[in-house]
């Protein structure tokens, strides 16, 4: 895992660039589907996913804990507060707090493709690998469809929903059937209204950050475009940012659309690389 990497999108002079390796327990045995890597939200916590279960370690110390109960977890995310983990286990959509304790079930969750933690009572995910988008309360665990395929576009999934700073939306993957899934739209969903529209063409694992910019991926490259989240538009050409990064983003019967880097609201980059 590569930490470091600091995206600006203003006129101050950047900040100096560190790029620095960070060694992990288990890291021979991460599970390198979804993000296996996270930074909570406000930079404090590292978490990782590993067979044995999540990993999770303040980035000012050394010291790790694995968290009990998170055994074979999948797709992991933070909440907005980064007091809390999302994951999928056991066929459930559980959560559990980042100082331990028995995970809290909030709903039924098989084979998802993606979780993201909007706010304090809403989850967004994709339950399946041929479906669009369900958000659930977190508060009485009731599911509600919030996209629907379009098959007259051959939209074959809606995957890897992830949060947009100061917005109650989520970008996502939207592929189409028979195509690489670094050739989807990337489209975003605005959860008041139900809108959803296409801010890009051809990327996966799409991003936003507090700092101006769409993040996606292409192969195994990471690339930056800058993207106004209320006008729900980008602008200019893509920009790469990083090459080397551990993908999934080939072919719909070899790969699921996943890779493996986060970024957090001070616009720190964690990464695997390939």
């Known amino acids: 895992a590569i930490l470091g990497w600091q995206l600006t999108a203003n006129d101050s002079p950047p900040p100096r660039l560190m790029s620095f390796e960070i060694d992990v327990d288990a890291e021979d045995d991460l599970i390198a589907s979804g993000t296996a890597a996270l930074l909570s939200p406000d930079g404090t916590w590292m978490a990782w ?17 694995l968290l009990e109960g998170t055994q074979g977890a999948f797709a992991i995310c933070f909440s907005p507060d980064s007091r809390w983990l999302a994951f999928s286990g056991r066929g459930q959509l559980q959560r559990v707090s980042v100082s331990g304790g028995t995970p809290i079930t909030i709903c039924d969750l098989v084979t998802p493709r993606g979780i993201a933690w909007v706010d304090a009572t809403t989850i967004v995910f994709s339950p399946s690998i041929s479906t669009g988008l369900v958000k659930v309360d977190l508060g009485d665990g009731v599911k509600t469809p919030v996209t629907e395929l379009d098959h007259a576009r051959n939209e074959r999934s809606h995957r890897w929903p992830s949060t947009v700073p100061g917005q109650r939306a989520v970008l ?25 529209e296409t801010v890009h063409r051809g ?6 950050t507090n700092q101006g910019q769409l993040l996606f991926v292409r192969g195994n490259s ?7 989240a209320r006008q729900k538009a980008t602008s200019g050409l893509p920009v790469p940012v990083l090459e080397n990064l551990t993908s999934s983003v080939g072919n719909q019967e070899d790969d699921d659309g996943s890779a493996q880097y986060i970024v957090d609201s001070q ?5 695997l690389d390939n």
């Open 49 to 65: 996913n590993a067979s044995s279960g999540i990993r999770i370690r303040e980035i000012a110390r050394s010291q790790t804990r």
């Open 172 to 196: 996502f993957e939207c592929q189409f059937l028979g195509q690489d899934y670094d050739t989807s739209d990337v489209q975003i969903l605005d959860l008041d209204t139900g809108k959803r």
């Open 203 to 208: 990327g996966a694992s799409p991003r936003a």
């Open 222 to 228: 990471l690339f930056a475009v800058e993207f106004d």
């Open 267 to 271: 616009g720190t980059l964690l990464y």
